[in-house]
């Protein structure tokens, strides 16, 4: 399948981003345009495919075998059902500008509105039919970008949470503990001293240091956990209209799949007809997940990037292509 490297304006950074295309040429119908989507990654520094970014950040991340990231698999199942996909480093990640442990929530949720904006001036893709892929950290992002976007007609949120990240942090810490799960220094470090980031940002301090085993320190800045902590996933998510499937991994140690049958609920009560899927014995990166599955969450989205109706300042983009 081809991919392109391209580079993309995200408010003040730049970011490096690949856009995977399918192997078989567009559908006739919509101008034969491909339908596409976007894909987050969750947090923590990670790279455009959905892994730890060791690269830029090797003393933050335990070493481990080179593997490709859920959304790397998911861009190549999605272009295998004629799906294009874009997906990019995170600002401070990869080869995008920028340093992580200055960037905030809302920053996020602009540079994935940014990202749809690159792609609807691509016009080999069908801005009829577009959606988001959202895993941890990126699927509030996508609730938060769907709200506003009439053109999004379909979200898959894979290990999503639903309550504030006050709640999802401490029992994310609690569990990582039990579990031994906490090789990685930044892990280890955030859950060590997660109850003073939880206050910090309460009380809207602006940095807090969190020490690394061995010395390092690495300095963040707050004010994305605050707008964290008062930006619960439930409540945007009674605000959402649009097609949504959630998946989680049984064994999630950063967002319990209760959180994904509370959204549903959430999305249930809103009128809409979620669908929820849990593997077993799949972590947060659906890691243990076997290609039949990341096929099955490829054939799903697909099949809900259905037209829809655009508002005039898309038809006039639309129109230009």
């Known amino acids: 399948m081809p991919s392109e490297e391209v580079r993309l304006s995200a408010g003040d950074a730049t970011l490096a981003a690949t856009l995977t295309l399918p192997d078989a040429p567009p559908p006739p119908d919509r101008r034969g345009r491909y339908p596409n989507a976007l894909l987050l990654p969750s947090w923590l520094p990670r790279d455009r495919d959905g892994a730890y970014d060791r690269t830029g950040h090797p003393g933050w991340f335990a070493p481990g075998p080179i593997s490709p990231g859920v959304l790397a698999r998911l861009a190549g199942a999605l272009a295998e059902r004629g799906v294009a996909s874009l997906r990019a480093d995170p600002r401070g990640c990869g080869a995008s500008d920028g340093a992580w442990e200055e960037v905030d929530l809302f920053t996020r949720i602009d540079d994935a509105r940014d990202m749809l904006a690159a792609m609807r001036g691509d016009g080999r893709l069908d801005l009829r039919r577009s959606g988001i892929v959202g895993h941890g950290e990126g699927a509030t992002i996508a609730l938060a970008v769907a709200i506003g976007d009439p053109a999004v007609s379909a979200l898959t949120l894979i290990g999503p949470a639903a309550r504030s990240w006050r709640a999802t942090l401490r029992r994310a810490a609690a569990a990582r503990r039990r579990a031994g799960d906490q090789e990685h220094p930044l892990v280890a470090a955030i859950d060590r001293w997660s109850e003073d980031l939880i206050e910090r940002a309460e009380r809207r301090e602006a940095r807090f240091t969190v020490w690394l085993r061995g010395g390092a320190a690495v300095d963040i800045a707050l004010a994305g956990f605050e707008q964290a902590i008062n930006t619960p996933p439930l409540a945007l998510a009674t605000m959402l209209h649009r097609s949504v499937a959630l998946v989680h991994g049984s064994q999630d140690t950063w967002s319990h799949p209760e959180e994904s049958a509370l959204l549903v609920s959430a999305l249930s009560g809103a009128g809409e007809a979620p669908s929820r899927r849990v593997v ?39 129109e230009m292509g």
């Open 280 to 318: 077993a014995g799949a972590d947060h990166d659906l890691a243990e997940a076997g290609d039949d599955l990341i096929g099955d969450l490829a054939d799903d989205l697909a099949a809900r990037l259905l037209p829809i109706e655009l508002p005039p300042v898309l038809v006039a983009i639309e």
